[in-house]
């Protein structure tokens, strides 16, 4: 079964540059969730996006942005980089905003600002 | 949504069966209990919800009280595959704020 496709598996950046991370939601899959992991700590959520428009926002830094395209794949946008921004970031999909069904995770992206 | 408890760490013998505990004494009657688990440096992966009833899938089973102040995840026969952050967590179905909010999870340590 298909499942949600996170790009880049790894990124490295340096301190103040900008990165793009990109999530594809499982087909028909209409809401998106982004999350942060620190290292040793759980996952914090970010921002959520339903059929295009943000439905969501938690404690996402004002140099982060993202947005949910009309193919419902979704990207996260984050400047000017600090070095507290590595993390792993994933991105969740589910259908229906809230809805029963579980929220599938993609396997993240490793961000690491140098 | 409602705070849940969950103690910090766990050990099981490899074959065993896997109890984990999950407090939620504020649960509301509209909150599901969900469970997901992280193994490490993955992305989080649902296992089981349920509302009041007993559940069971292919992966466990979710027991939850009569009075839902608190619920049960059973591996029955755990591997060391299972070894992984086990995360219980009651949220609403539908509004606004559908997000998962993952609080501090059950690190099971599966031995061989």
């Known amino acids: 079964a298909a499942g949600v496709i996170q790009s880049p598996r790894h990124l490295i950046k340096e301190k103040r540059e900008t990165a793009t991370l990109k999530c594809y939601p499982i087909p028909r899959h209409d809401t998106v969730y982004w999350y942060q992991q620190g290292p040793g700590q759980d996952p914090q959520f970010l921002i959520s996006f339903y059929e295009k428009m943000q439905s969501d926002k938690g404690s996402i830094p004002d140099r982060f942005s993202a947005q949910q395209f009309s193919d419902y794949h979704s990207e996260l946008n984050m400047s000017s980089l600090e070095l507290g921004d590595s993390a792993l970031y994933f991105c969740a999909s589910s259908r229906r905003q809230g809805g029963l069904d579980g929220y599938t995770f993609g396997s993240g992206t490793r961000l690491t600002v140098v | 949504d409602a705070k849940t408890t969950q103690p910090p760490s766990m050990d099981c013998a490899e074959g065993r069966a896997a109890n984990l505990p999950c407090n939620h004494s504020?649960?509301?009657?509209?909150?599901?209990v969900y469970w997901y688990r992280q193994i490490h440096s993955q992305g989080p992966q649902y296992i089981i919800h349920g509302l009041k009833n007993n559940e069971t899938n292919e992966m466990a089973s979710l027991i939850i009280t009569e009075d839902r102040k608190s619920s049960t995840l059973i591996l029955p026969h755990a591997t060391l595959r299972d070894t992984a952050v086990y995360y219980c967590?009651?949220?609403?179905?539908?509004?606004?704020?559908?997000?998962?909010?993952f609080g501090t999870g059950t690190l099971l340590a599966v031995q061989p």
């Open positions: 504020t649960i509301s009657g509209n909150e599901y």
């Open positions: 967590i009651a949220k609403g179905y539908g509004g606004a704020t559908n997000k998962l909010i």
